[in-house]
């Protein structure tokens, strides 16, 4: 990730003077869920949630351009604990920094793919009854990682829809388990973020907001 992140950087200061930054705003709709390896898939279902926040663009050539996005978005799932039939949500409250490279197929669809880093600002598990805070408990990490990719498509000039998958490493949790023999804890790292979104970006400067 750090020679694709050096690769995107070297590639975007090498093209600056071909002109076009644009900047605006975006926001939608998540569909997420955690992913655990030996888990019960019908203990943990998608959740809704939302995203926010910020972008620029900056157009490499005609075709290809370099996208950094900040954004908040809420990430987690629904439970089920099965010995109480307890239901509730983990809520996975994150501060996203996806950076992606976009490819335009035609003046108004492109395809986009790339690293998305993401800092945990607060998480609870919620049920009716009752709220956890699980911020620096329960094994949470604050760092997240994942790989993003998604298809756009504009809507007018100022106006743009989009679609992405975004699929977050297996490094959500911390957690150590004793050996055969009782002693030497092993640390493990289990967990990952699964999170489908749909957004609507709005292009701030009207005269360069070309896809």
């Known amino acids: 990730m750090r020679s694709f992140l050096l690769l995107t950087l070297l590639c975007l200061i090498s093209h600056l003077n071909y002109g076009q930054v644009q900047y605006g705003s975006k926001a939608g709709v998540n569909i997420s869920s955690i992913h655990f ?8 279902r998608e959740r809704l949630g939302a995203h926010a926040g910020l972008f620029a663009e900056f157009n490499l050539n005609e075709k290809l351009y370099v996208r950094p996005e900040l954004l908040y978005s809420l990430k987690g799932n629904q439970f089920t604990a099965s010995m109480s039939n307890n239901k509730g949500n983990i809520d996975l409250h994150y501060v996203n920094l996806p950076l992606l490279v976009g490819y335009r197929l035609t003046d108004k669809v492109a395809v ?62 911390t957690y150590y388990t004793l050996d055969h023999q009782g002693a030497s804890p092993e640390k493990n790292r289990d967990g990952s973020n699964r999170t489908f979104q749909v957004g609507v970006s709005y292009y701030i400067d009207q005269k360069t907001s070309n896809l």
């Open 112 to 173: 986009y793919a790339g690293p998305e880093a993401g800092y945990l600002v607060a998480a609870f598990s919620r049920t009716e009854k009752s709220s956890y805070n699980l911020k620096g408990k329960a094994g949470y990490e604050d760092l997240d990682l994942g790989i993003s990719g998604g298809v756009a498509y504009k809507l007018t000039s100022t106006w743009q829809l989009d679609a992405r998958y975004t699929y977050g490493f297996p490094l959500l949790m």
């Open 37 to 44: 390896k030996d888990a019960d898939p019908d203990d943990f």
